[in-house]
């Protein structure tokens, strides 16, 4: 862009001043932003927090106003709001960094940029490249292809329900979606070309376009920076939202008919909850949620196998030691022996341990990876971090044969009874199970927990898996071509 026209768009004074301005971190000036007035928040309300607002709302994307108090003259003003109707079975609201509040043109803007493939050096790559609306914000490939055709070496995690994470990447090394937004721009398999400083060269590209420097002037208050990118591709990650599963409604259901009932029932999901939902689907025609448990449903023989799916998944197939809360993940990091061959990682596999600093290395989290959340799975196979399951029949066989041997296996995956039964007969002298061949670093056995599920449990269980499944997300948020007035 001519650096005349970039200095008259913003204000900023002259030619040698806007040359010497940094490209990480600028301050704002706060006369050329949108004023406060005209300024559009963008606010989430949950079932649970306000349950008579979330039953008004007409969709997952309201428009309304409300008044507020404008911070630097005091007054009283009327303003638009978006209103985000958070979806059924997420009872909180994303969490939203104080210093990047959500607005409808940081909303706008960071949508721009995480379809821009100017971020990338050959201005060919974008986020949505691996991370695209149509395909679960996955790319639906074991690995990511990415600038110049190179190939990743994890398999892209969804951007789905990702605003509540609570670390970013498959090894945690991200604290924050905003610092998460950052990473892919410097990499030299996904958007670096591998000469100059990428985000540098990136901030420049975006600073000589005018629509750029316009709306980063309006929503910041200064030039494009790598600080008001992340910041904005933040803002609308933290919208790309599911819910609304049958099991959720599931749930509703078992709430409303204990409700009605005087006998004071046990809080226990039953048959009779999935039938009254799945039947409700059925007579609204709701593809979505219908499509992903195999189109044509017979409520009631279904709703028997979905409370036998749910019961395994709490129960025998110990599906919540790691996947729980509303999107099915603890947050934390564990071993389960993917890679492993022979009992052996790959030495480069050091998963959570190596994305760990100095000082704070945790030789138990060596080969340990993030828990996804278990919702949308019907949109981004292959599965875990490597993409080395295609299906979700494999991902159950690969947890009944208790993961893959390995010195760190994580001890939600091992059998520690029989492990401890190895260890008395080893100190009484008596005969030691030969099938165990790997222990851990300070001598302990390894013994997989093998779960020795039936095949109709498997088929069960995958079933209710995929009764996680939702509905798709909002097209306001999906639809790369969308974008809202202010």
């Known amino acids: 862009m001519n650096r005349w026209l970039y200095a008259f768009v913003l204000g900023l004074g002259t030619l040698p001043a806007i040359a010497a301005e940094p490209l990480d971190v600028l301050l704002p000036n706060e006369s050329i932003k949108i004023p406060f007035k005209d300024d559009v928040p963008i606010v989430y309300v949950t079932r649970n927090s306000g349950l008579a607002e979330w039953n008004k709302l007409p969709g997952f994307w309201s428009e309304g106003t409300q008044p507020a108090v404008d911070p630097a003259t005091g007054t009283t003003v009327t303003r638009k709001v978006i209103k985000i109707k958070v979806p059924l079975g997420l009872s909180t609201a994303p969490p939203v960094p104080t210093e990047n509040p959500m607005t409808l043109a940081k909303w706008n803007l960071g949508k721009k940029l995480f379809f821009e493939n100017k971020l990338s050096s050959n201005a060919k790559v974008s986020c949505a490249t691996c991370h695209h609306p149509a395909k ?9 292809s990415g600038i110049n055709n190179l190939i990743g070496g994890a398999n892209a995690p969804t951007v789905y329900n990702s605003a509540y994470n609570r670390f970013q990447f498959w090894d945690g090394r991200g604290s924050s979606l905003e610092d998460q937004s950052q990473g892919p721009v410097g990499n030299a398999k996904e958007m670096f070309a591998g000469s100059g400083q ?10 000589a376009n005018p629509e750029y420097v316009k709306a980063f ?10 600080d008001g990118a992340a910041k904005a591709i933040a803002a609308y990650e933290r919208t790309v939202l599911i819910g609304n599963s049958i099991y959720d409604r599931a749930e509703v259901a078992m709430k409303k008919r204990l409700a009605d009932d005087d006998t004071g029932g046990k809080p226990e999901l039953k048959a009779e909850d999935f039938t009254a939902v799945l039947k409700d689907a059925i007579t609204k025609k709701d593809t979505p949620a219908l499509s992903v448990l195999g189109g044509e449903v017979d409520a009631d023989a279904m709703s028997k196998r979905l409370v036998n799916g749910r019961n395994l998944f709490f129960g025998k197939a110990r599906c919540t030691n790691c996947h729980v809360g509303d999107n099915f993940t603890d947050g934390l990091f564990h071993n389960l022996g993917v890679g492993a061959i022979n009992g052996v990682l790959p030495k480069e596999d050091l998963g959570r341990y190596g ?9 138990t989290l060596v080969g340990a990876y993030k828990t996804p959340g278990l919702r949308g799975l019907a949109d981004t196979a292959p599965y875990l971090h490597d993409g080395s399951e295609k299906t979700l029949e494999a991902v159950i066989e690969f947890y009944d044969r208790g993961g893959n041997v390995n010195s760190f296996l994580d001890e939600k995956m091992r059998d520690t009874t029989a492990e401890l039964a190895y260890l008395k007969a080893k100190a009484a002298g008596q005969p030691l199970d030969p ?14 927990f093998k779960l020795n599920l039936t095949k109709e449990e498997k088929a069960d269980l995958v ?9 798709p997300v909002d097209p306001i948020v999906a639809d790369p071509t969308k974008f809202v007035g202010s």
């Open 136 to 144: 679960g914000y996955t790319d639906q490939s074991q690995f990511s």
């Open 198 to 207: 990428p985000w540098d060269e990136a901030v420049l590209r975006l600073r």
């Open 217 to 226: 002037g309006q929503v910041f208050g200064h030039a494009p920076t790598r």
């Open 355 to 363: 994305a760990l600093p100095t000082g704070h290395k945790d030789p």
């Open 435 to 448: 099938t165990v061949k790997v222990f851990t670093p300070n001598g302990a056995p390894i013994i997989p």
């Open 463 to 471: 079933l209710f898996m995929k009764a996680l499944q939702g509905d």
